[in-house]
């Protein structure tokens, strides 16, 4: 299964597995809390972003694929919703400069492996999912439109 | 040992102003022994980022539903829930959260069903709370498990299921979702895509009044006369209608039910939890479509 995720997002999983169920809402709120601002030249394009519908908040990203073929994502969600800023802030750091082969690779139900179905519960997490979904997508187009 | 009400005037008009606090009585009665706050929310870790000194968290997803079959907890669940939160059978419980309290009266008409005797809500929730500038804090109470008895909820009295729903037929339902839920055109809420059921529309004969509109721009209930002119003019309902109202999974429709029996006082108020995920994909179930109610079917022993 390892081989399958960037180091990065790997290593985020192993973090929350390693810890006792009730620890886990807490790393999740460390990284709601990281999930930094949007860059200046998205901050003030909005129409840059792609709302992701699936979640229950609303929350905006954009895919960026730079020269080197490394993915970037950037993502915004309100502070009053923690629960999706941390999702989005897992899968930013998770996929950060990920080639876009490997953000491709990743499974489309990994946030079930995170450990955070019984304190999370499924339904939350499948607005992951949906960030996920569209993350890979937006990177199939980057590179479609640039070759 | 119950704690006194408030008896602040903009309460007063209600029905059962006893089920209702303001921000300031609570600020006030903060720690008062036989007081317990509660904050229930839509996003699970909104509580952890500040919630009310001394509130306790009730998550509607992992705490109060069942985690396998598509049911509530259990009073034997329900009891161990409430020990491992300290609270006790005569505590006075003040419910408050996010979003105008919606899951705030999911929990608080949850906690009804199992007869739990004084639960209020915070008038205005938590964004009211914190715009007023009123303390939190990140720190979580440990409080001392409490013996909480086991009490078998009561499925009858203010719950209904969609057998209740046929047989109902020719007596008022309210459907609380938005206009577009509410006509057809759309199976989800806005901004709630994957709550959907297989067809669009409404039960027949159900009026529509979206819940929010019991909500003034502060995010506390609309005084008695609005309501009144609301569902009693608007809605076609009467103070001893025999009222079930339905939304999507039954949260809408709780804040709905909290309305019509503790602010406008009716007492045959129940709330259809199946709500329109379940009558939406019933096989052979009557469906409108349209703005306009339509017509009721016959009633279904």
């Known amino acids: 299964m390892t081989a399958t995720l960037p180091a990065a997002f790997a290593e985020i999983r192993d973090d929350f597995l390693a810890l006792p169920e009730r620890e886990r809402l807490t790393l999740l709120l460390e990284f709601a809390n990281e999930l930094p601002d949007l860059p200046a030249r998205y901050a003030d394009h909005p129409d840059l972003l792609e709302r992701v519908v699936e979640c229950q908040s609303p929350v905006y990203l954009f895919t960026e ?80 439109t640039s070759s | 040992m119950p704690v006194a009400h408030d008896p602040d005037p903009r309460l007063a008009a209600f029905a059962h102003p006893e089920r209702l606090v303001t921000t300031e009585w609570l600020a006030e009665h903060l720690g008062d022994e036989g007081l317990v706050v509660i904050e229930s929310d839509e996003d699970v870790l909104l509580y952890e980022t500040g919630h009310i000194p001394g509130a306790v968290k009730l998550d509607w997803h992992v705490d109060l539903n069942d985690p396998v079959r598509r049911d509530f907890v259990d009073g034997e669940q329900f009891a161990k829930l409430m020990s491992e939160r300290g609270i006790a059978r005569d505590d006075t419980l003040v419910i408050y959260g996010d979003r105008n309290n919606w899951w705030a009266a999911y929990a608080l008409w949850l906690a009804t069903l199992f007869g739990h005797e004084d639960v209020r809500l915070l008038d205005g929730g938590r964004d009211r709370w914190i715009a007023e500038g009123r303390r939190i804090t990140t720190e979580v109470p440990v409080p001392p498990p409490t013996e909480y008895p086991v009490v078998e909820r009561d499925d009858r009295t203010y719950r209904a299921f969609r057998d209740d729903v046929a047989a109902h037929f020719g007596s008022p339902l309210v459907d609380v979702r938005s206009p577009q839920e509410y006509s057809g055109e759309r199976t989800t809420a806005p901004d709630y895509p994957e709550e959907g059921a297989l067809r669009a529309g409404h039960i027949p004969s159900a009026r529509s009044v979206p819940w929010g509109k019991a909500v003034a721009e502060d995010g506390t209930f609309r005084p008695r006369a609005e309501l009144e002119a609301l569902y009693f003019d608007g809605a076609g309902l009467a103070p001893d209608s025999d009222v079930i109202a339905y939304c999507r999974i039954g949260e809408r429709s709780s804040h709905t039910w909290f309305t019509l029996t ?30 306009e109610p339509g017509d009721a079917p016959a009633p279904r022993a």
């Open chain 2, 262 to 291: 503790h602010l406008l006082g009716l007492e045959h108020v129940r709330n259809y939890d199946g709500s329109w995920t379940e009558w939406g994909s019933l096989v052979g179930a009557p469906v409108a479509l349209g703005e």
């Open chain 1, 65 to 144: 694929v730079d020269e080197a073929g490394l993915v970037h994502l950037h993502a915004t969600a309100p502070r009053e919703a923690p629960t999706t800023r941390g999702f989005a802030s897992i899968l930013a750091q998770g996929v950060e400069g990920a080639s876009v082969e490997e953000l491709l690779a990743i499974p489309e139900d990994v946030p079930f492996d995170l450990g955070l179905t019984k304190v999370v519960s499924p339904l939350r997490l499948r607005g992951m999912v949906g960030m996920l979904g569209r993350t890979k997508r937006q990177a199939r187009e980057r590179v479609a």
